[in-house]
């Protein structure tokens, strides 16, 4: 590791040391001034927060059956989801007709606000996980589907045109090159998909579910548990950060021409 990346590393820790100095000390030094700021009745402290973790994790264990009603809904909605916008992306931009009448109305389904599409999902899968997989599959499927599209239709057209004269059908052209394309751009969004697709179960849970991460922070804000609330609030961070990051690898590995097109950019 070069001493410029040692730097900035360095750097970033002390602001958040420096953060969390001021969080946790500040209200403390200005209560005998009576001034309120940070004030540790609607924002907590860093020591409450972190004792509210060791509760949640190794005491009472609370936090593991959530994480896992919310990360599992989450993959399951991100597979789907980049696999039906993967494939309709694939079909849309190979058949012309297909797109030209139906993109339209893709257009205007995505125009939809997620937020008030929650009611009629409740009504159709009810309260439970499916209701949460939905939604994390409307957040991911538009994401890869206009990705991979854009990609697909990027292909030169000359570059079809000469596979085609070399004797190359439709199928093949379809299967070698605008479906290996089409995926190096689905894929490209892997990271942004996987962080949407747990905001939404997230923010699922917090409007109709009794499980997962949302049902712990509604639980924790009924009772006015700031400290709750920003446990979860971090678990929720780490669990998205280390997601990402694994997208990230994984796009590195199947895909490396994707992370050198990143790195000029």
């Known amino acids: 590791m070069s001493r410029a990346r040692l730097r900035i590393h360095a750097a970033q820790i002390a602001v958040l040391v420096v953060w969390l100095l001021v969080w946790e000390l500040v209200p403390t030094l200005l209560k005998p001034l009576n001034i309120v700021l940070l004030n540790p009745v609607f924002i907590s402290t860093p020591s409450k927060i972190a004792a509210d973790l060791v509760q949640i994790t190794f005491v009472n264990g609370l936090i593991f059956p959530a994480l896992w009603s919310t990360l599992s809904a989450a993959l399951v909605g991100l597979v789907l989801g980049m696999f039906f916008g993967y494939v309709m992306a694939l079909l849309f931009s190979e058949f012309r007709m297909l797109d030209s009448v139906m993109m339209v109305y893709v257009n205007a389904f995505n125009a939809v606000p997620r937020i008030t599409i929650y009611p009629l999902i409740v009504i159709i899968f009810g309260f439970g996980f499916g209701s949460k997989v939905i939604g994390a599959f409307l957040i991911t499927f538009f994401l890869v589907f206009y990705n991979a599209y854009q990609g697909s239709r990027s292909i030169p057209s000359e570059m079809t045109n000469n596979y085609a004269f070399l004797g190359a059908s439709r199928w093949h052209l379809m299967r070698y090159v605008r479906a290996y394309v089409a995926l190096?751009?689905?894929?490209?969004?892997?990271?942004?998909?996987?962080?949407?697709?747990?905001?939404?179960?997230?923010?699922?849970?917090?409007?109709i579910s009794t499980a997962g991460l949302g049902a712990l922070i509604i639980i924790a804000t009924s009772y006015l548990d700031t400290s709750r609330v920003f446990s979860i609030i971090f678990v929720s961070m780490i669990t998205s950060v280390a997601l990402v990051a694994l997208a990230r690898f994984a796009i590195h590995k199947a895909f490396p021409w994707i992370v050198a097109i990143e790195g000029r950019s």
């Open 184 to 207: 190096g751009w689905a894929f490209a969004l892997l990271p942004s998909a996987v962080a949407f697709a747990l905001i939404s179960v997230i923010t699922t849970e917090i409007l």
